[in-house]
């Protein structure tokens, strides 16, 4: 018999290692009475169990990827709508640019699920420049950090409804 194991053997060994039923021993002793050597049941066992920390490397590297765009996305739309607020005023071509900029990164920092993101960028990237205009109405000046307080009555709910519509919308996997 060769010393490969079938796709179906191989998912089953993995199955067995995530739900913790998993035994080396056990699987070795079974790979053994189906006809195989022990140096080649032991061989194709460790292949699997390679093969199953790869996968979990490989994954945790693209969720790490996919936090990382989130994160410049996020960073992306509060920043391009707060200059836009601060500069554009509330200009309509200017609030379109914020839109567009706002769905772009939406669909960019969040690929499988783009849907609340570009929902959500939207919604904060609408509300930054009438938020920043009700709250610096009637000033001359203000702190930098008084821009932090626009930016939370804006992103907020932005952000609430992305988080609720992420709940509801499955996620593309």
Known sequence: MDNELSYSKQEELKNKIIKGVFDAETEINNLIESGFEEEKAKAALLKVVKSYKEDLFYEAKEAKENEEKGNIAVFAVIFSSLLIAMFGGQSGIMILVSLLVACLAGFYGFPKNPIPAVVGFAVGAILMPFAV???????????NLELFIPMIMAFGPAFLIKYILSKLIPAND
């Open 133 to 143: 205009g009700f709250y610096l109405r009637g000033r001359d000046t203000f702190l």
